[in-house]
């Protein structure tokens, strides 16, 4: 038996419904998406044909071709953990703002009594900062050695913390344990990164990546 023929024309599809959805995503992703500050030196790190990446949890002291020290955690829970310990230790204070402001920081390199009014300054300001001498790491004033300590102890039980909640959940952890880095440009001095080095061994801290850019494979 033959069949009727369709009544009406090709049928149509009303787009109205996902030009809806698409604007709502764009509207959410702008409301939620956190612009990330820049960093407050730029080094060019020497090249190497590795192709080990950072993971996203790490501690890195970034050194610039002067010999100036920056310190940076990428978890920003033990961030602020560790300035509250450094805080207490070193007798400086800080606003709940500045704490704020400061758990976006992707990395500094002040003297901690100069932390305040670096916090405090715009990011333009903080590029051409003049307290910006790098964090103090000689023997009498070894903050970098203070930083690094707190940081990876707070980046290291905050990582615990979430395994153990993931081991009772019956999970899988995907975060990586916090690791530690050194960045410094390719013109920085060896005596210097052997100063950064020396303040990771003191605190028995024997494995750390270093990093470099990325250069092609030789082809013979």
């Known amino acids: 038996m033959s069949k009727k ?13 996902m030009v809806d959805l698409a ?76 704490i704020k402001k400061f758990s976006g920081l992707p990395s500094f390199g002040v003297d901690i009594k100069d932390l305040p009014n670096y916090i405090n300054a715009s990011e333009n300001e903080r590029i051409t900062f003049k307290g910006q001498k790098g964090i103090p790491l000689d023997s009498t004033n070894n903050q970098l050695k203070d930083w690094i300590s707190n940081g990876g102890a707070e980046a290291v039980r905050i990582y615990e ?9 019956n999970q899988e952890l995907k975060a990586e344990k916090p690791r530690y ?22 605190l028995k801290i024997y494995q750390f990546n270093l990093i470099t850019g990325l250069e092609a494979k030789p082809t013979n």
């Open 5 to 17: 023929p369709s009544k009406g024309g090709a049928p149509a599809l009303d787009m109205t419904p």
């Open 181 to 202: 880095a050194i960045k410094c440009d390719g013109k920085t001095k060896y005596i210097f990164v052997k100063d950064v080095v020396k303040a990771f061994t003191d």
């Open 161 to 169: 913390r979430a395994k153990d909640k993931a081991k009772e959940a």
């Open 23 to 98: 604007f709502l995503l764009v509207t959410f992703f702008m409301l939620t998406a956190s612009f990330r500050m820049a960093e407050p030196v730029t080094v060019d790190p020497p090249s190497s044909i590795g192709e080990i990446t950072l993971p996203d949890n790490h501690i890195m002291v970034t050194i610039d071709n002067t010999g100036r020290a920056f310190f940076g955690i990428s978890n920003a829970e033990a961030k602020v953990n560790a300035l509250a310990k450094m805080s207490e230790k070193y007798k400086v204070s800080f606003t709940p703002e500045q």
